[in-house]
Nanobody
Framework: QVHLAESGGDSVHPGGSLRLSCVAS????????IGWFRQAPGKEREGVSC?????????????YYSDSVKGRFSISRDNAKDTIFLQMNSLKPEDTAVYYC????????????????????????WGQGTQVTVSS
């Protein structure tokens, strides 16, 4: 079982920046897609950004982003610390949501297009979430 713990959520003004962190522990993350997801009040959970595991190189490589955050958000990983980051720039009020880190055995291309339903995947682990609020 993978354990994930997010931090870094806060309240910021529109145009501001935040960096979310997710520390992973437990079983190795190999073959899991690692991603950031968010859920706003009254809305379905959606994929924001994802790191895809490459079974040939046995490392993470390709990055994926939803259309709504492309060009503003950036996902990265610190291998030594097993920490995944989400750098969020040019934040908008519509980015307000609870942000979750997750490790899921599913393609990143699927996870970052459309809704994501916890419990639907063969293997998945979720963090507890961190609140991001963007308002003036």
């Amino acid at each position: 079982q993978v354990h994930l713990a997010e931090s870094g959520g806060d309240s910021v003004h529109p145009g501001g920046s935040l960096r979310l962190s997710c520390v992973a522990s437990g079983v190795p993350l190999e073959y899991y897609a690692i991603g950031w997801f968010r859920q706003a009040p009254g809305k379905e959970r959606e994929g924001v950004s994802c790191l895809a595991f490459n079974p040939h190189t046995r490392d993470y490589g390709s990055t994926y982003y939803s259309d709504s955050v492309k060009g503003r958000f950036s996902i990265s990983r610190d291998n030594a610390k097993d920490t995944i980051f989400l750098q969020m720039n040019s934040l908008k009020p519509e980015d307000t949501a609870v942000y979750y880190c997750a490790a899921i055995r599913a393609p990143c291309g699927v996870l970052t297009t459309g809704r994501v339903v916890p419990g639907e995947y063969e293997r998945e682990s979720w963090g507890q979430g961190t609140q991001v609020t963007v308002s003036s």
